[in-house]
T-cell receptor, first 114, second 114 residues
């Protein structure tokens, strides 16, 4: 089991550029979550998918953020245009739909927007 | 909305001693799940232990155990025989029975003194 795979591990970009973060969930998991972690706000749920369908995107901060899950093994989180305040660690996590189980997190992508 | 509160930003303990990390939560639900996650400097989020609210018995995983007080809405984590590798941020998390997202506390930074 390779776990949840995120890429890139680090990303440095200039303000105004488009950024795409990628995630491959654990095979067989049918729920996928995107979280953002900052010192000020802690861990925040941005959006989650069940069976590839977006269920709740109320945590997405602005229209500059979008997420897709075209199939069960791949998801992207895109920021366009990026701003310095988007700098954070972005985590992807997956789980089985059973709520008693915890999530398995990826290693995160540290995004720095300069 | 559910909230999770960790009142100890930082805790320090001597190696081999026992330490307890506090967590309280606010919810109107009767069916829910609680988790403790560990985040070492590598930033990987690691599930330490989980508790189902309908179970009265406190969960235990080797040196890690919880004290779940449902009426008081308290969910503390006890680490026995602390080891240097236990040094990390510890996050308490809540998952409601009717929702899929995890709500996290702000975390407690645990320092292990050799």
């Amino acid at each position: 089991d390779a776990g949840v795979i995120q890429s890139p591990r680090h990303e440095v970009t200039e303000m105004g550029q488009e950024v795409t973060l990628r995630c491959k969930p654990i095979s067989g998991h049918n729920s996928l979550f995107w979280y953002r972690q900052t010192m000020m706000r802690g861990l925040e749920l941005l959006i989650y998918f069940n069976n590839n369908v977006p269920i709740d995107d109320s945590g997405m901060p602005e229209d500059r953020f979008s997420a897709k899950m075209p199939n069960a093994s791949f998801s992207t989180l895109k920021i366009q245009p990026s701003e310095p305040r988007d700098s954070a660690v972005y985590f992807c996590a997956s789980s089985l739909s059973s709520r008693g189980l915890g999530y398995t997190f990826g290693s995160g992508t540290r995004l720095t927007v300069v | 909305a559910q909230t999770v509160t960790q009142s100890q930003p930082e805790m320090s303990v001597q190696e081999a001693e026992t330490v307890t990390l506090s967590c309280t939560y606010d919810t109107s639900e009767s069916d829910y799940y609680l988790f403790w996650y560990k985040q070492p400097p590598s930033r990987q989020m690691i599930l330490v232990i989980r508790q189902e609210a309908y179970k009265q018995q406190n969960a235990t995983e080797n040196r890690f155990s919880v004290n779940f007080q449902k009426a008081a809405k308290s969910f503390s984590l006890k680490i026995s025989d602390s080891q240097l590798g236990d040094a990390a941020m510890y996050f308490c998390a809540y998952r409601g029975g009717g929702a899929d997202g995890l709500t996290f506390g702000k975390g407690t930074h645990l320092i292990i003194q050799p």
